[in-house]
């Protein structure tokens, strides 16, 4: 785990109101893992006061990607941010994916900015040589990012490209059609997308992990500000940043869903 | 340069801790943070059992600040003696176990627990928490059973015993003084204050418990005022808090009357921020070529008839 300033190699805008932004650090790009993620200071001062977390998107040699929804005046900030300007990481943050095993085929399925830990996820899987399929959902068409991934099946909530429908319907209506043995899921996106894919892969006893968000100040355990309640164990809750942000499903319950 | 300075029995390297609840139980910044150049580290309030906390969410960023409730979540006494304070004994900083509860009695009972053990060097009590017996009002309120809280505390322990107020009171100089006479050795000044944050858009609260502690760079002036006061009420040392990022800001407590200070939030932005304090206040009191930092505590030049707390007191 690193704090640094690091130097923002790029900025674009990859969907409608989306962005990657990339920035120079070998530390992290060697060392950060699937479903891991970084909390960013976008700029020093008071406003905003908190850093951000986010899952990483994508490493390559010494650059590390990020991916966001232009949503607040965090977002806004990191949107605005131009090649040479200096961002404040912390991370490698939170318990990645796991992509070893004895599973054959990958199923991936995202819910919006749920893409986000699905590039550098893959890639790992790949290199498992795990066969991946990926289901991808978004408001419209054109608030979709698949860069960087193959095996796309594409879900929008206003039928403007794909299947007119939940990703999660279209998951499970592929994966009756075309059944996958030995398979794994991994989910990320919204609270009531992961209830339902959580309720798919315990109705067809399929693995599933799920990476969550939780409202946090720090990323390493302090504040205490993120709990995920357990489905059983000795505390009630889980803290997302630091038993997370990836779970089993069969591990927490899904309050909000 | 003359850094550290004394409490009760107890020999700090420095005036800078860190908060509690901001610095967990000293294990989990342990790659990033050299605690040796803190003048010591106050632990996360620990009640007699664990305690799970609030629902989410716990947590909103405000305006320069943030909003928490998170319920005292913590892995109980016991667990601390056990998995937490062998780490926190190879510090070389000075430990202060926050303690928090929901009865006298519970404050008594950790409190005797953590006595026997090595390794703490002082306590610091949390009374901002709900009083069970009286339906969940916060003893820190209540300037009697502060101070009984206090006493009771203070015959079971030799060492630096502090009480952490709350600046949710009208005059906060006035529990000073009750905690003083009932034995404090010093004073945290201040808790979190209590605020809310709306969502507008889905007209709920934006933490569980609808209200939460306000803290941050936001509530610096509210705590710069709470510790003038206090200073001019008692003659015991305060540890300043409140919105502290950066030294200039410690000094200011120092200024105002704190012999030393505990920096909070900011330890959820960067956790090394305490350490960067310590050495800007060390190099400010060298660029002003004083031989103790302790020298510029107290020296705010401020007319003290013209100060509105004077209607205060």
Redesign the interface.
């Known amino acids: 785990?690193i704090?640094r300033d690091v130097e923002v190699r790029n900025v674009q805008e990859v969907a409608r109101g989306i962005f990657v932004l990339s920035f120079v650090s070998l530390e992290l790009s060697g060392s950060t893992l699937p479903g891991q993620f970084i909390n960013v200071?976008v700029q020093k001062g008071?406003?905003?006061?908190?850093?951000r977390p986010f899952s990483v998107y994508r490493v390559e040699e010494e650059t590390v990607e990020i991916i966001f929804n232009v949503v607040g005046k965090g977002t806004v900030l990191l949107a605005a941010k131009k090649r040479g300007d200096i961002i404040?990481i912390?991370g490698p943050l939170g318990i990645p994916f796991g992509t070893g095993g004895s599973f054959r085929n990958a199923i991936l399925i995202a819910g919006g900015l749920g893409i986000a830990p699905m590039p550098i996820l893959a890639e790992h899987l790949r290199k498992n040589g795990k066969h991946i399929e990926v289901f991808a959902g978004a408001r419209s068409g054109d608030q979709l990012a698949l860069d960087h991934l193959e095996n796309t099946h594409i879900a929008t909530d206003d039928g403007s490209r794909g299947y007119h429908g939940t990703v999660v319907a279209l998951a499970e209506q592929y994966l009756r059609e075309h059944p996958l043995s030995e398979a794994k899921i991994f989910a990320c996106g919204p609270i009531r997308m992961l209830a339902a894919v959580s309720a798919y892969a315990e109705s067809v006893t399929i693995p599933c992990e799920l990476s969550l968000e939780?409202?946090?100040?720090?990323g390493?355990?302090?504040?205490?500000?993120?709990?995920?309640?357990r489905l059983d164990g000795a505390?009630?809750?889980a803290l997302v940043c630091?038993e997370g942000p990836t779970f089993d499903s069969t591990t927490i319950i899904l309050?909000g869903a | 340069m003359k850094t550290g300075f004394v409490l009760r029995n107890v020999e700090f390297k420095n005036r800078v801790l860190v908060a509690s609840g901001t610095f967990g139980y000293g294990d989990e910044t342990r790659d990033l943070v050299d605690v040796a150049k803190l003048g010591g580290i106050v632990t996360k309030s620990l009640s007699w059992k664990p305690r799970d906390g609030n629902p989410p969410p716990r947590i909103a960023e405000t305006p320069s600040g943030m909003l928490n409730s998170i319920g005292l979540a913590n892995i109980g006494v016991h667990a601390f003696i056990e998995k937490k304070l062998p780490y926190l004994r190879t510090l070389d900083t000075r430990i202060i176990v926050n303690i928090a509860a929901s009865s006298v009695q519970e404050y008594c009972d950790v409190l005797a627990l953590l006595e026997s053990q090595n390794g703490i060097h002082g306590f610091e009590i949390n009374v901002s928490c709900p009083n069970v017996k009286e339906g969940g009002l916060s003893f820190g309120t209540n300037c009697d059973l502060t101070a009984e809280i206090t006493s009771r505390l203070r015959a079971l322990t030799d060492k630096p015993l502090i009480i952490k107020l709350t600046p949710n009171v009208t005059h906060i100089g006035q529990f000073a003084v009750a905690v003083k006479e009932a034995g404090a050795d010093a004073v945290s000044v201040i808790n979190t204050v209590i605020g809310m944050a709306v969502n507008a858009k889905t007209r709920k609260p934006k933490i569980s418990t609808v209200t939460g502690g306000l803290s941050g760079p936001a509530i610096k002036p509210i705590a710069l005022a709470k510790v003038y006061e206090v200073a001019q009420s008692v003659d015991i040392p305060i540890f300043g808090i409140g919105g502290i990022t950066n030294a200039e800001d410690a000094i200011e407590f120092l200024l105002v009357g704190a012999s030393a200070v505990q920096v909070g939030t900011a330890n959820f932005i960067d956790p090394r921020t305490g350490v960067s304090v310590a050495e800007g206040i060390e190099s400010f009191a060298r660029d002003q070529a004083l031989g103790d930092v302790g020298d510029l505590v107290g020296t705010l030049k401020a007319k003290k008839d013209m100060s509105v707390l004077q209607s205060w007191l």
């Open positions: 785990m704090i200071l008071h406003e905003p006061l908190l850093r404040n912390l939780g409202e946090m100040a720090c390493i355990g302090i504040c205490q500000g993120c709990p995920v309640e505390t009630r809750y630091t309050r």
